[in-house]
């Protein structure tokens, strides 16, 4: 259960740390990706990505805090999400983004509100039902893609199922700073 000001704080700082490493993978790649119909997908959402990083870095300093207070996840979620980032096959990257991470991520955003109080965390529920329901959104339009794309190039099926097995290793990818109880 998330008790205190100071947990929900680095909660939060930690959801805007991973928002902020999607927005800038998904920058990273639109360059490096030959096919049109992805690079208007990650454009897209290149976007989203910065308000909801936006709005978790305002919620941080509600939360006692720096404004935009941002904290990495745990060092094994951030190698997870240095492997999504070593992805080159157009498909990789799309798999890996929206059916390992993003799946992932909303996840543990669903986790955060069934262990928050509502009523005392209200700012940080409203903030996060609003982002569920962008990657929810994100990933029709990605589905949508992939039925006019389905001949994107993907490596070998084995660095997707490493990827699964990475990031469902992590029970919690909150790094606490020191004197959480």
Request: aromatic share 8%; with cysteine.
């Amino acid at each position: 259960m998330i008790t205190t000001v100071r947990e929900r704080a680095d909660c939060v700082a930690t959801f805007r740390g991973v928002s902020v490493f999607l927005m800038e993978t998904l920058a990273r790649w639109v360059p490096t990706t030959p096919e049109l119909e992805a690079k208007i997908l990650m454009g897209r959402h290149i976007w989203e990505f910065a308000q909801h990083a936006d709005q978790f870095g305002r919620r941080t300093h509600e939360l006692r805090a720096a404004l935009h207070f941002t904290r990495a996840p745990v060092p094994d979620y951030a190698k997870a999400l240095d492997t999504l980032v070593s992805a080159t096959a157009t498909g990789d990257r799309i798999d890996g983004f929206y059916d390992v991470i993003l799946l992932d991520v909303a996840s543990r955003y669903r986790s955060y509100l069934e262990e928050t109080d509502t009523m005392v965390d209200e700012p940080s529920v409203r903030i996060l039902e609003r982002v569920l329901t962008d990657i929810d959104r994100m990933r029709r339009e990605r589905e949508a893609m992939q039925a006019e794309r389905p001949d994107l190039p993907r490596g070998p099926k084995q660095w997707l199922d490493a990827l699964r097995r990475t990031v469902a290793g992590v029970p919690d990818f909150v790094d606490y700073r020191e004197g959480r109880n």
